[in-house]
């Protein structure tokens, strides 16, 4: 029999919930283990909730956080990207999170060409990594399958990440929507530390034309094949966390966002090949 799959919730799958609530919709659903954000309005970093009431919560309730999401765009380093690297490691020690999520420039306009991307990739890296080193935290590194995203592919990150000899404190994010997304064909199970899950039910949007506001939780209606990636996952090598992390006002409108999670849970433990 196989093991049961380990989820969390990552903040976007409830941004509108307070801290405490939104930690006891975790532990109802037997999920120990959080994703909190820099990049919602009202909630914990934007709102100054201090790192030591984010530990404390969290503690008494059993959580883990496993990141903060995200430093953005973690791929163009200069002075202003380092302070906020320095920023969110402190705050990520402080409250007990156990690595930043990274995303790299996702804007049109891009006029670096390839070269210049991949330079960028490396010094970024290269810089991070110290930083990480001296805060113990480690950087999840999130292709985004954009067409616009400066770091569509793992395989980009990986090379990367193995040029400047970051294996100690650099872990991929797989992203099931963005891995649909970028057409990528391969996983690093054993160099992924974060698995973030969502779905889409519109079989009909051309697919350069999904966007954040298409991700749900995952159901029947899935076409990015969540269940098929996951169990690729899981039977090469990955062991931890599957994280919700939907972007539609649709699931952020539920009345009952408790049960629906549970339905989706439950969706994909029924689902393993």
């Not at 969390?8 to 919930?17: C, E, H, K, Q, S």
């Not at 999520?101 to 390839?114: H, L």
């Not at 991070?128 to 400066?150: K, N, T, V």
């Not at 009345?255 to 339905?263: F, K, M, V």
Request: charged share 20%.
């Amino acid at each position: 029999m196989k093991s049961p799959l380990r989820f969390a919730l990552n903040r976007m799958v409830a941004p509108n919930l307070s801290l405490p609530d939104f930690i006891q919709l975790a532990t109802s659903l037997k999920c120990d283990a959080i994703e909190i954000r820099n990049d919602l309005k009202g909630n914990e970093i934007e709102y100054g909730t201090p790192a030591s009431r984010v530990r404390e919560l969290c503690e008494v309730q059993g959580i883990t956080v496993l990141s903060i999401n995200a430093l953005y765009p973690f791929d163009v380093w200069n002075d202003e990207r380092r302070a906020q690297a320095i920023k969110l490691a402190t705050y990520a020690r402080e409250c007990g999170a156990q690595g930043l999520v990274m995303c790299p420039f996702n804007e049109c306009g891009d006029t670096r060409n390839e070269a210049q991307r991949a330079a960028g990739l490396r010094t970024a890296l290269s810089e991070l990594a110290p930083i990480l080193r001296e805060y113990g935290l480690l950087g999840f590194i999130e292709p985004l399958g954009f067409e616009d995203s400066a770091l569509r592919r793992k395989r980009v990150a990986v090379d990367a990440i193995q040029s400047i000899g970051g294996l100690d404190v650099f872990r991929l994010v797989h992203d099931t929507f963005h891995h649909h997304l970028a057409g990528e064909q391969a996983f690093f199970a054993q160099l992924t530390g974060l698995v973030h899950i969502s779905g889409v039910e519109d079989a009909a949007a051309p697919l350069n034309s999904i966007r954040d506001g298409h991700r749900v939780l995952v159901g029947e209606g899935d076409i990015l094949g969540n269940a098929a990636q996951i169990d690729t996952l899981l039977s090469t090598g990955y062991g931890g966390y599957l994280s919700f992390e939907p972007f539609a006002e649709s699931v952020h409108g539920l009345a009952d966002i408790q049960q629906a999670i549970g339905a989706s849970i439950a969706h994909l433990q029924k689902n393993r090949t």
